[in-house]
């Protein structure tokens, strides 16, 4: 997928950080970019100080290009499912501008689980590129679309009200304006590849932790990202 990642095919990044040491006060982690492998996130958690007198972590902070995913992601999410996400989308082959789009519909964007689920139903959207108004809308389907003849309506198509036509449009299959173009589902059936067991994840993403998982932090702490880093 163009211009997804940067130029080592990350699509976001994680603040993993230990929380033994933040509980005892100390801001001990590292910024980890995903996709990545199993051995290079041990070689992680060995560097953070993860696996002997210290077993738990949690993730601090994300960087993340696409606010619809930065907003789902959590703390405490499983690193086999934020690995597994994370090659999906490096592998979509829709265009950036299309995947942004599903994004700000927001549909199916609730959990991890869900846009894992997301990257494999992107049949179920429609997109039209340069579409970013009622009148585009309007336009599109009076003029380009092949669903109308204007040509059998002579001088009357003069004074056709694409703008009007487009919102009805635009009201009746909830679509949206996006920067790029318009977004619509069309009515194909959504269908869950992934049905949340970690178990069903392919091998080669999943992530072996020494963790045990808490969920007592109560708010994710601020990172100051340049001495982080």
Same mark, same amino acid.
């Given at each position: 997928?163009?211009?997804?990642?940067?130029? !080592?095919?990350?699509?976001f =990044?994680?603040?993993? &950080?230990?929380?033994?040491?933040?509980?005892?006060?100390e801001?001990?982690?590292?910024w980890?970019?995903?996709?990545? &492998?199993? $051995?290079?996130?041990?070689?992680?958690?060995?560097?953070?100080?993860i696996?002997?007198?210290?077993? =738990?972590?949690?993730?601090t902070?994300?960087?993340?290009? $696409?606010?619809?995913?930065?907003?789902t992601?959590?703390?405490?999410? @499983?690193l @086999?499912e934020?690995?597994?996400?994370a090659?999906?989308?490096? /592998?979509?082959? =829709?265009?950036?501008?299309?995947?942004?789009?599903?994004?700000?519909?927001?549909?199916? &964007?609730?959990?991890?689980?869900?846009?894992?689920?997301? #990257?494999?139903?992107?049949?179920?959207f429609?997109?039209?590129?340069?579409? #970013?108004d $009622?009148?585009?809308?309007g336009?599109?389907?009076?003029?380009?679309s092949?669903?109308? $003849? #204007?040509?059998?309506?002579?001088?009357?198509?003069?004074?056709? +009200?694409?703008?009007s036509?487009?919102? +009805?449009?635009?009201?009746? /299959?909830?679509?949206?304006?996006t +920067?790029?173009g318009?977004i !619509?589902?069309?009515?194909?059936?959504?269908? =869950?590849?992934y049905d949340g067991?970690?178990?069903?994840?392919?091998?080669?993403?999943?992530?072996?932790?020494?963790?045990v998982? #808490? !969920? &007592?932090?109560p708010?994710?702490?601020?990172v100051?990202?340049?001495?982080? !880093?």
């Open positions: 997928m163009n211009n997804l990642s940067d130029s !080592r095919g990350c699509a =990044e994680a603040f993993i &950080t230990n929380l033994g040491k933040y509980n005892e006060g801001l001990i982690g590292e980890v970019k995903f996709p990545i &492998t199993n $051995d290079e996130i041990q070689e992680v958690f060995k560097r953070i100080g696996g002997r007198r210290y077993e =738990e972590w949690f993730i902070d994300y960087e993340c290009p $696409d606010p619809g995913i930065y907003d992601l959590g703390e405490y999410e @499983s @086999s934020l690995n597994y996400l090659n999906q989308i490096i /592998e979509l082959d =829709e265009s950036e501008e299309f995947w942004q789009a599903v994004l700000d519909l927001g549909e199916y &964007t609730g959990s991890v689980q869900d846009l894992i689920n997301l #990257t494999e139903n992107l049949d179920c429609d997109y039209l590129p340069g579409v #970013t $009622d009148s585009d809308l336009y599109y389907w009076i003029e380009e092949g669903c109308y $003849d #204007t040509k059998t309506m002579g001088a009357l198509s003069n004074y056709i +009200d694409y703008e036509f487009g919102r +009805d449009i635009r009201f009746n /299959e909830s679509g949206l304006f +920067d790029n318009y !619509r589902l069309n009515g194909n059936h959504f269908v =869950e590849v067991n970690i178990e069903n994840i392919p091998e080669e993403y999943r992530i072996q932790s020494p963790n998982y #808490t !969920r &007592t932090m708010v994710k702490a601020e100051n990202k340049d001495v982080a !880093r």
